[in-house]
């Protein structure tokens, strides 16, 4: 795509799509403001889409994260190019952790699946200069700003669709956070479903399972939305296909998977389609009553790198009378099945409405 051909699109989605969004926010008092940490990333990129075209979330900054790539300079562009076509330029983008909390980086596959642009190949022109990233703070500093002082009625939910490195940082810096910003949504981790970087391992804990024991240690009421639920929430190919007409995201969208789809199928063997990642994690806040949830112990495997138990998240799913239940201090939710019909038509929905001015 030219670089030409980027500003045409970007201009006439800015048209399209933010009368949609802020005729959503007059009408949406209680919008919940939401910072997310991402590492965009192909299923990054339409998670984003879907909290900006969600009435019940101001999304207040996005912090970025290594993970699916390494480069983060490249992940910041690809959160920019997704407020482009949006046009909500407003928001701000901080850079975050390039690196693991404290073990090196080890690539574990991430480009295969997202292209070495993060993005599929499918977006690779320049930005408008206009667009840059905030450089006044780190993402973790912008957490804890914002987690201290932001005056909503309720706090800023946090929302990590990437390694918890940025969240581990902020922990760092304030650790009273789970006690301002006590809600959390995270994507990462499995339970009985099989891995995608390792037997029983996920990327985004296993890139860094130090992040990942520090955060879910930390008191926060987490909710994980991890392969359990979102292999389980399966796009077809006709599904994403069906996208492709509603409007400039869904079109967006469309391009964007054709690389992830391709991985998906050619990588790890599935027939066609993807599974949706990141964006369970919204939709888990969205539609809870869709998710089976269950409040467990947990810990996270940190033996050093290689090692096949590494990145391992381990839940006490015990029970019954010969086991206790979980402590009080077990504050960590792990969403166990979906009504994965139901949360694609809300996430279709959600795509389809951006565009309601535009028609
Ligand atoms: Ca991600």
């Keep these: 795509m030219s670089y030409l051909t980027l500003a045409v699109l970007l201009h006439w989605a800015t048209a399209a799509i933010a009368p949609a969004h802020a005729g959503a926010s007059a009408g949406a008092q209680r919008a919940r403001p939401v910072i997310i940490s991402t590492d965009p990333g192909i299923d990054d990129a339409i998670a984003l889409l879907l909290a900006l075209s969600s009435p019940e979330l101001e999304l207040r900054a996005i912090g970025i994260n290594f993970g699916s790539l390494k480069n983060t300079t490249q992940l910041a562009q690809n959160a920019l190019t997704v407020l482009a076509l949006a046009g909500r330029e407003d928001v701000p983008v901080y850079l975050g952790a390039e690196r693991p909390l404290s073990q090196p980086f080890h690539d574990l596959g991430g480009p295969k699946f997202h292209g070495t642009d993060g993005l599929g190949g499918a977006y690779r022109a320049a930005l408008p200069p206009s667009l840059a990233v905030n ?43 789970p006690e301002l910003c006590p809600d959390l949504y995270l994507m990462g981790g499995t339970v009985l479903a099989p891995g995608n970087v390792g037997f029983l391992s996920e990327a985004n804990v296993a890139n860094d399972p130090e992040a990942a024991a520090r955060v879910l240690s930390a008191g926060f009421h987490t909710r994980v939305a991890g392969l359990d639920v979102t292999m389980a929430t399966w796009l077809s190919h006709s599904f ?14 469309w391009n964007i998977t054709r690389f992830y789809e391709r991985a998906h199928h050619e990588l790890a063997g599935f027939e066609g389609g993807m599974p949706l990642h990141d964006p369970s994690t919204l939709l888990m806040f969205l539609q809870e009553r869709s998710y089976e949830l269950k409040r467990w112990p ?7 790198f290689p090692s096949v138990s590494r990145g391992l998240m381990l839940p006490d799913r015990r029970g019954g009378p010969l086991s206790p239940p979980p402590p009080r201090d077990a504050t960590v939710h792990f969403g166990m099945s979906v009504n994965a019909t139901s949360v694609r038509q809300l996430l279709r929905a959600r795509i389809a409405a951006t565009s309601a001015e535009f028609e």
């Design 298 to 304: 947990v810990w996270v495997d940190t033996s050093p």
């Design 135 to 177: 450089r006044s703070m780190s993402a973790a500093e912008f957490i804890v700003h914002a987690c201290r002082h932001d005056a909503s009625p309720k706090p800023p939910l946090l929302v990590s669709l990437a390694p918890l490195t940025n969240v581990a940082l902020a922990l760092n810096l304030e650790p009273r956070l």
């Design 240 to 253: 994403l296909a069906s996208l492709q007409d509603l409007n400039v995201a869904g079109s967006f969208i």
